[in-house]
């Protein structure tokens, strides 16, 4: 007896079944990125301000330095010489300058005296009490005594101005002294160093290089016609390579985006050809548990908006800060 197959209502044939389930797999398929770009972070590169050997320099690479804090000195003890011999010159000025303010003091009053006396003799002159010779003879004291005060005068300004230049030397060495310290000018991670302790430097030496790497920057291109979809201050998703292979994707805001376009950079891959031009926007990520690299490739998914208000500055990102 023959036996014919029966298919049960409702049960979708085996032809029917692949192409349903081809169907929910195109569904599913990861939608195809907008952009694509490379992580980057704002490098800042520490260098000496004094010449002199490093006596101590403890930045080491891949550790975190908070913001002031003193990672290195330059031997200093060539200037603090130089500061003590200026010191004892500015008290030795602060001496003389007393003692030629005291002695125009007494040549003030001397003068005074004389002019008072030539007055007096002129008066007797006139009245024919007293004889030209006296009269010249107290003229010519109290000019004498002018010319002593000026000259004194004279002195006593030199004497200050010298005081001052010392003073002026003084804090100079000092702040001299001071950028003998190398302080850390921001919260980052040191990248790379390029001197060790014992080396000798010269102003303008680079010592370490350092990064906030608590965010980082994604500079991606985007083509024209895609261009009026993106806003600052809009919440994009990027996603990255994790972990066995698979993309990993994080939240990023868009902080900056050019004002001029230009043609699509050589390592920068894109679903339209190298040669057309593209506008280039900069998405901050926020990298808390570090899985953002630097140099690290990252796609962009334009599917936020931004935020009521945030339009032109988004949870502090500005272009004034991110841009250029």
């Known amino acids: 007896m023959a036996i014919r197959a029966q298919t049960q209502p409702g049960r979708p044939t085996g032809a029917l079944f692949s192409l349903l ?36 320099f403890e930045a ?8 002031g804090a003193v990672v290195g ?16 010159q500015q008290r030795a000025s602060v001496a003389r300058a007393a003692e030629a303010a005291a002695q125009v003091e ?14 007096r003799t002129l008066r007797l002159y006139q009245a024919e009490a007293a004889t030209a010779r006296q009269l010249n003879q107290s003229e010519g004291e109290a000019r004498t005594l002018a010319r002593r005060v000026e000259a004194a005068r004279a002195q006593a300004a030199a004497i200050r101005e010298e005081g001052s230049a010392a003073e002026a030397r003084i804090q100079q060495t000092r702040e001299q002294i001071d950028r003998g310290q190398i302080t850390n000018p921001e919260r980052g991670t040191v990248l790379a160093t390029y001197v060790e302790a014992g080396e000798f430097v010269q102003p303008g030496a680079p010592l370490y290089k350092v990064a906030d790497l608590d965010s980082l920057t ?15 201050g809009q919440t994009v998703q990027v996603q990255v390579d994790g972990e066995a292979g698979e993309l990993r994707t994080v939240e990023g805001r868009v902080a900056w985006i050019s004002s001029e376009a230009e043609f699509t950079p050589t390592p920068i891959q894109t679903r339209e050809e190298r040669t057309d031009q593209v506008y280039a926007v900069k998405i901050v990520v926020p990298n808390p548990d570090g899985l953002l690299k630097i140099g690290m490739p990252g796609e962009v998914l334009l599917r936020g908006e931004p935020d009521d208000g945030e339009q032109e500055t988004a949870a502090g990102f500005s272009p004034d800060r991110w841009g250029g």
Request: aromatic letters at 6%.
């Open 73 to 88: 000195e330059t031997d200093t003890a060539e200037l603090e010489r130089r500061l003590e011999e200026t010191l004892a």
């Open 60 to 67: 080491r690479e891949g550790e975190q330095i908070l913001a």
């Open 218 to 232: 994604l500079r991606a291109y985007v083509s024209g016609a895609q261009l009026a979809g993106v806003r600052l």
């Open 21 to 56: 389930w081809c169907t929910v797999l195109s569904g599913c398929a990861e939608p195809e990125p907008d952009a694509y770009g490379n992580f980057e972070a704002r490098e800042v590169v520490v260098a000496a301000e004094i010449a002199g050997r490093l006596v101590r």
């Open 106 to 119: 007494a040549l003030e009053v001397q003068l005074a005296t004389a002019q008072g006396e030539y007055q």
